[in-house]
């Protein structure tokens, strides 16, 4: 990815047609470079998932343009041809709802995903090894998920999340489940891999704990965000 990270101008977002449409997004702007780490923040039914469903091409907007890189994704209607594989080798995405695959065990999990990339299963395995023992949940590497306590589970979903190292990571409320020292240990993990990859990172959140250590946020409100700067308190 160049010095661009992900870029989004005037995106819009309109559920439905006629009497009954809902204009979810209503030109939004917002840009995040590699290595920085945004809050998104706003009431429920402001637009948060939609743009995170736009940001990770999950859906479409309905006009607007989003580039990630030096690559263009979607510009007033037109779209880039395979948006799967721009989903699978660019974005990872950490959801609120941990959505493991219940038959596979925690390692298999979090692994899953480079094996499907093609990368040689021991060294998926050894790359999720390294994600799980720095979420510290490397001792239920071998158990199931359904042994697993919630905050375990959303811990595995963040490894997950991150195992592609994917240039661009989508949180919603990743830490909704986290007591306050694990809350801060995913944000300290985020911050890790934005610094060490050039991830670019946006991280959906009402965290009490966790707002005060993003430098940028975006607040969203009836679908149209605006910025502010936010105290960036250290992580130490
Ligand atoms: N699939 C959908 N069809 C119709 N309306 C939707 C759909 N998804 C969300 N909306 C509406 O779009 C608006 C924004 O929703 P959403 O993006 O889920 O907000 P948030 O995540 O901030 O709670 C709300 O008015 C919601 O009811
Ligand atoms: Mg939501």
């Excluded at 009431?43 to 263009?72: H, W, Y």
């Excluded at 209607?77 to 395979?82: F, L």
């Excluded at 799980?132 to 997950?160: C, F, K, N, Y």
């Excluded at 990743?174 to 990172?201: C, G, H, W, Y």
Aim: proline fraction near 6%; hydrophobic fraction near 40%.
């Amino acid at each position: 990815m160049n010095g661009n990270g992900i870029r989004i101008e005037g995106l819009k977002k309109r559920y439905g047609k006629g009497d009954t449409a809902v204009d979810a997004l209503k030109g939004v702007d917002m840009q995040v470079a590699p290595g920085e780490v945004v809050g998104l923040i706003g009431p429920s039914g402001s637009g948060k998932s939609t743009l995170l469903k736009c940001l990770g091409a999950v859906i479409g907007p309905s006009a607007g343009r989003m580039t990630l890189g030096d690559e263009v994704i979607y510009d007033d209607g037109w779209k880039v041809r395979d948006l799967r594989a721009l989903r699978r080798d660019k974005i990872g995405f950490v959801f609120q709802a941990p959505y493991l695959i219940p038959f596979l065990d925690v390692t298999d999990n979090v692994a899953l995903l480079p094996m499907l990339a093609g990368v040689p299963n021991g060294k998926s395995r050894a790359q999720a090894i390294e994600l799980l023992t720095a979420l510290d949940v490397q001792h239920r590497a071998s158990a199931m998920p359904a042994q697993l306590s919630g905050g375990e589970q959303q811990r595995v979903a963040i490894a997950r999340g991150l195992v592609n190292r994917p240039p661009v990571i989508l949180a919603d409320e990743p830490t909704a489940p986290l007591d306050s020292e694990r809350a801060m240990a995913v944000i300290r993990i985020l911050n890790d891999m934005a610094r060490k990859f050039q991830t670019a990172i946006i991280v959906v959140t009402h965290d009490e704990k966790i707002i005060p250590t993003f430098k940028r946020i975006y607040h969203i409100r009836d679908g149209v965000t605006h910025e502010e700067a936010g105290e960036g308190r250290s992580l130490d």
